[in-house]
């Protein structure tokens, strides 16, 4: 016997992950197991987890006992759920299914990146490592000898490591001495860090919608509530001011160097308007930068100056930047850093948890000489990428002419308008044809977004060209096959 699920998910929490999930021309319970079924796989239902009665769930999705009951029954035939007489329906995962696309688990399934005929998955936005990668871990053993008589343990990072990512700050605009920063094991994981200093559990997180949803992940999992204002074209300041208003709102989570999926730049003007709202809030401001490297604009558009960071427009105040060598570099280092007043670091070293007390020496040799040689690699990084973009634009302007193609300014994602709100209908259809999407919904602080999905560009030109004409496929077997609300005309 299976061992019983302990978490209960209520049905207004279902209800609002739902959406609109009615599809004209397929029944309606069907419909509902097939958006039960992708709110499952792409991670925003967790897994072992009960659902709501048939009875509640029909209340507030507005439907009938006779819908949810078919809807559940089929999950169950399907494997993705299981029942037991007394403890209700729950979440499954059916066996030898390779799971939910949760982006904790992305970057695992991203170990096949795709095949030339376009399945695989379309949700990792990270490159393959550049060849410089291989030789920056040749340098790293070369070094590794004169490291070995000591013990290895370099609590805030090694030093020729953090001198180099603060002289990168400082030229980017931002004055930084090393003992301001700190080495991590990647972005996220420096995002749970100062978020265990900064927010206290219950507490508001302003946060971008849409916005990235691991980041939601790790805030939510920290007992924080994200709250939203939107970026659409810009940063809308007068939505940002009413959250800051609200009282217990502590943190602020931006990315202004490129918005993570609308690929955005923030102008210097809306950082100084965004600083001061935060300051006059009394909220601390951590700016996520792990695509700041990833300036398009000189190959898609007109280049021109990056503002300084964020923290230049908080005239002293605390704030907190978190920097990766993922995006930069390759995702394979998991190395990343914290930049934030030294009190903060110290405060941070010391009370930082005992299963990260120092990063991987080679790792951080080999991304010291990364960043000797930053110049040539970053210009690659935004010629390929961009050359991919192109691949990607042109491929859908052929085969799906009536999605709008946002040329993003930096970053590795297009953030494309549909012309119906079908993103999840889509993401639906595409799996079953062997792609993996994160429907737009994944993106936002309370889902939404039905009419935008995010693509990456991160893959090889064929491949994307392949993936287009699997979407072209799955968006046309999702395409309105008439309202059933209205009489059929019988002629
Ligand atoms: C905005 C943003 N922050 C953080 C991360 C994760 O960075 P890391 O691999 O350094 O944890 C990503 C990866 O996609 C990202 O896009």
Request: contains cysteine; aromatic residues 6%.
């Amino acid at each position: 016997m299976s061992k019983r699920p302990s978490r209960r998910l209520g049905s207004r929490e279902v209800t609002a992950l739902l959406g609109d999930w009615s599809r004209p021309g397929t029944p309606a319970y069907r419909a509902l197991a097939e958006r039960l079924r992708l709110l499952v796989l792409d991670g925003r239902l967790p897994v072992h987890a009960v659902l709501p009665s048939e009875r509640s769930l029909a209340l507030d999705a507005g439907t009938s006992r006779t819908t949810t009951t078919a809807a559940y029954r089929l999950l169950r035939e399907q494997g993705f759920a299981r029942a037991e007489h007394g403890a209700g329906t729950w979440t499954a995962i059916p066996r030898g299914h390779a799971g939910p696309t949760s982006p904790v688990l992305w970057p695992i399934l991203c170990g096949s990146l795709g095949s030339p005929d376009g399945r695989g998955d379309l949700t990792c936005a990270a490159l393959e490592a550049p060849p410089q990668i291989h030789a920056a871990y040749v340098a790293a053993l070369d070094d590794l000898p004169s490291y070995l008589p000591g013990h290895g343990y370099y609590s805030g990072g090694l030093p020729e490591l953090r001198e180099r990512v603060a002289a990168r700050y400082t030229a980017r605009g931002l004055p930084t001495a090393v003992d301001e920063v700190m080495i991590t094991s990647g972005a996220i994981r420096g995002l749970r860090t100062a978020l265990s200093l900064l927010a206290r559990p219950g507490g508001r997180v302003l946060v971008e919608d849409p916005t990235y949803p691991m980041a939601l992940d790790v805030m939510r999992e920290s007992g924080l509530r994200p709250v939203g204002f939107a970026v659409e074209e810009g940063w809308d300041l007068d939505q940002a001011g009413q959250v800051l208003r609200r009282p217990g709102c502590e943190v602020a989570f931006l990315m202004p160097d490129f918005h993570n999926p609308t690929g955005q730049l923030m102008d210097a003007t809306t950082r100084q308007a965004l600083a001061d709202r935060c300051a006059a809030a009394g909220c601390t401001i951590i700016v996520d930068e792990t695509l700041c490297e990833i300036d398009l604009r000189g190959f898609l558009g007109d280049g021109g100056r990056v503002p300084p960071p964020l923290p230049a427009y908080c005239g002293g105040r605390t704030t907190m930047c978190l920097g990766s060598a993922s995006k930069t570099f390759w995702g394979g280092l998991r190395l990343g850093w914290i930049r934030a007043p030294r009190s903060l670091v110290r405060t941070l070293l010391v009370s930082r948890s005992a299963d990260e007390l120092t990063c991987p020496l080679l790792e951080q040799l080999a991304v010291a000489h990364l960043l000797d040689d930053l110049p040539a690699l970053r210009h690659r990084r935004q010629e390929l990428l961009s050359a991919r973009f192109t691949a990607l634009r042109d491929a859908l302007s052929e085969q799906l002419p009536d999605w709008q193609v946002p040329t993003p300014q930096g970053g590795i994602v297009s953030w494309i308008r549909l012309p119906e709100p079908r993103s999840s209908e889509l993401a639906v259809s595409a799996r079953e044809m062997g792609l993996v999407l994160a429907p737009g919904a994944r993106f936002g602080v309370r889902g939404g977004f039905e009419g935008r999905v995010r693509l990456p560009f991160a893959r090889g030109e064929d491949q994307l060209v392949g993936a287009v004409s699997l979407l072209a496929r799955a968006w046309n077997s999702t395409a309105d096959t008439g309202d059933p609300q209205l009489p059929v005309a019988v002629l």
